[in-house]
């Protein structure tokens, strides 16, 4: 079974997710950081497959994609470097990524690849929905890789409907209007747009993303989600210590309490 | 053949809308209104008065008889660069300015390269008095210096984009995040034929009085509508695809994109996309462009700042698709030549971009009866500096050999 569908199974509260960008802070960091990761208690990790245009994430996050490139990272050289990862990594993980370097990889050998690594899930911010359904759902289904699709405060109710209907492991839910990072705090506003996607009562649990930057924001995501996603404040404490295995652990236990700890 | 896109977006095999989530109620909002608002007789009268009045349309459709001696043809020169603000790109701005306005929109953005999409956006939003916030790429703000004065001058806000090549690609980056971060009160006025639909359709739609104004003023002039060839250089493609549009299903008007090859479409440093770019996404849309086998955007480089782009609209991917239209490149040393050369022969400095289309006479075959319409789409102002800088390096080369 997929392991992102078989984490909201086994857990419906409190999921906590982070995002990394391949290739930062060093070209071969990305192994240490998912067992750092998994050790420290995470129950998700988002993959990111740095792009040199990233036009919906804000300024943390592009400049540990420029490093990440600068490093050399690519994806015959993530693929290489995850060729092994289901031997010691059995949390959830996730690819995040822009579209144009899948389709210049290939969507095809792109899947297959991250199938055969054991990847579960993709995010592509800028796949429409449309393209998903005309051009790659047959491939993504084929090669059991699950799309992970956003929305917004501005997604109209039918739309949402259509993306559950669409989506088999989890949904994205953006917590705000903005790029990543932006934000940095949970507003009574942003909690009622929670509620009010929560009543919708859809068939997919539910992260939420964008702004959830430490204890307080994640735990004000949760109230009525089924987690959250981590991704420029964890970047940014991994720039901030040179030592990423205290990073991590300091990072993650600031966030979350210890209980939960996986092997 | 149809030259126009389906209800997707897409000029076969290239458009469509490749956003993030966070901007589909924007782009969807455009897609669904966008033709019903601009036909609406009461905005067509607004846009064709401002056209007239403000802007000073029509321009004129100039027979340029030294410039046709020498290449023993017709040459017309359609003078966009006698625009307000010098350039084609305002027939755009008056367009989506008052579509934003309709829209309910409050505030504005824009990327510009050569700072000629910014200053005529800045202008509208002068003229309309609505906040202007534009971004420009450090390189271009250097390298554009008369146009970023005046954008200021016309109580715009000018952002520097820092990242990338820091030029038109990483400026229309800043753009989009700033669009994402304020959608709800603010219109992105794209300056060309890029970018999700429906602005590659909506731009061509405004700048199509160029090629409207052509038709008519060759019937006046030749006693025919059509011209033999239209000539156009292309960044994202507006001026040509505005040039080009009444011409689309004309197949006997040859119509011919220009592109900047920068130092030499092999040198690594150019902006010339279809010469040397593949199929991929950018700026949430599919298209040509350049970039690296990973889909990693690699970075243009033309001496032009408003050809200095690693896309090209969609439209442009299609026409050279279908070889409807022929594109070719021309190098910043072969572009300088020919803005001096006009300059010499017509009395007209035209922009650094437009100078691509004029030296595209050196390249092209034609024959003396034929009637070949250039789109001179700026004048060259703004390029001063540079103009200037390269020829006092050729007068001091020649000084130099004669004093040998
Ligand atoms: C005078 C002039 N011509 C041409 C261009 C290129 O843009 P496009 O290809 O959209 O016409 C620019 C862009 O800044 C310009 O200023």
Request: with cysteine; hydrophobic share 35%.
């Amino acid at each position: 079974m997929n392991r992102t569908k078989e984490l909201f199974q086994k857990k419906s509260k409190d999921v906590l997710s982070v995002y990394f960008t391949a290739g930062f802070p060093d070209l071969n960091s990305t192994m240490d950081i998912l067992l750092s990761l998994q050790k420290s208690g995470v129950d998700m990790v988002e993959v990111g497959m740095p792009f040199s245009d990233p036009l919906a994430d804000g300024p943390i996050i592009q400049h540990s994609s420029e490093v990440a490139l600068r490093n050399g990272m690519n994806l015959d050289l993530l693929f290489e470097q995850t060729k092994d990862v289901r031997k010691h990594i059995t949390i959830s993980l996730v690819l995040m990524g822009y579209l144009n370097p899948l389709l210049q990889y290939g969507v095809e050998k792109f899947l297959q690849r991250a199938a055969e690594n054991g990847f579960d899930a993709l995010i592509v911010p800028d796949l429409p929905v449309r393209e998903y359904e005309f051009y790659y759902k047959d491939l993504f289904e084929k090669y059991k890789i699950k799309n992970i699709f956003l929305i917004t405060p501005d997604t109209p109710k039918e739309r949402i409907h259509k993306i559950d209907a669409l989506s088999d492991a989890f949904i994205y839910l953006v917590s705000t209007l903005g790029t990543t990072g932006a934000k940095t705090n949970i507003s009574d506003e942003q909690q009622d747009y929670f509620k009010r996607i929560a009543s919708y009562q859809l068939k997919n649990p539910l992260l939420a993303g964008f702004g959830i930057s430490n204890k307080e924001t994640f735990e004000k995501a949760c109230a009525h989600t089924n987690g959250a996603i981590i991704g420029s404040a964890f970047i940014k404490a991994l720039e901030q210590d040179k030592n990423t295995e205290q990073a991590i652990k300091n990072f993650v236990s600031s966030i979350k309490q210890p209980e939960h700890i996986h092997k | 053949m149809s030259y126009h896109v389906d209800e997707f977006g897409y000029y076969g095999n290239f458009g469509g809308a490749f956003i993030p989530e966070l901007l589909y109620k924007n782009v969807q909002e455009l897609q669904e209104n966008y033709l019903k608002i601009i036909y609406e007789p009461e905005f067509q009268k607004e846009f064709t008065n401002l056209l007239h009045d403000y802007v000073g349309r029509p321009t004129p459709l100039y027979l340029a008889k030294r410039l046709s001696e020498k290449y023993n043809t017709n040459i017309y020169l359609k003078r966009e660069d006698l625009n307000h603000t010098g350039a084609h790109k305002i027939n755009n701005t008056i367009g989506q300015i008052l579509l934003a306005k309709r829209l309910g929109k409050t505030r504005i953005i824009a990327e510009t390269g050569a700072g000629q999409h910014g200053v005529a956006t800045a202008t509208v939003c002068a003229l309309m008095n609505i906040e202007c916030v534009v971004y420009m790429g450090e390189v271009d703000i250097k390298r554009q210096a008369p146009n970023v004065a005046r954008m200021k001058l016309l109580g715009a806000k000018v952002v520097p984009a820092t990242c990338g090549s820091k030029t038109l690609k990483d400026a229309t980056n800043e753009a989009i995040r700033d669009w994402i971060n304020n959608s709800q009160n603010t219109h992105y006025i794209i300056g060309s034929v890029v970018g999700p639909h429906p602005y590659p359709d909506m731009v061509a739609r405004f700048q199509s009085v160029i090629s409207e104004e052509i038709k008519k003023q060759l019937k006046e002039k030749i006693g025919k509508e059509n011209p033999d060839a239209v000539i156009a250089c292309v960044g994202g493609g507006s001026n040509a695809a505005g040039a080009f549009y009444h011409f689309l299903n004309e197949e006997n008007v040859k119509l011919i994109g220009v592109e900047a090859a920068g130092k030499g479409i092999d040198t690594g440093h150019t902006a010339a996309t279809l010469a040397i770019g593949t199929p991929g996404v950018i700026h949430a849309c599919k298209t040509m462009l350049m970039q690296d086998v990973y889909g990693q955007i690699t970075e243009p480089y033309s001496i032009s700042a408003g050809l200095d782009y690693p896309g090209i609209g969609p439209l442009h991917a299609h026409l050279h698709e279908t070889k409807r239209a022929q594109f070719i490149s021309i190098t910043d040393e072969e572009a300088l030549q020919a803005a001096f050369q006009l300059c010499k022969l017509e009395g007209i400095i035209p922009a650094l971009e437009s100078s691509h289309a004029l030296a595209a006479l050196e390249k092209i075959t034609y024959s003396e009866q034929e009637t070949i319409v250039i789109n001179l789409s700026g004048r060259g102002d703004k390029d001063l500096e540079t103009y200037m800088k390269q020829m006092n390096a050729q007068e001091e080369k020649q000084t130099h050999l004669q004093n040998q």
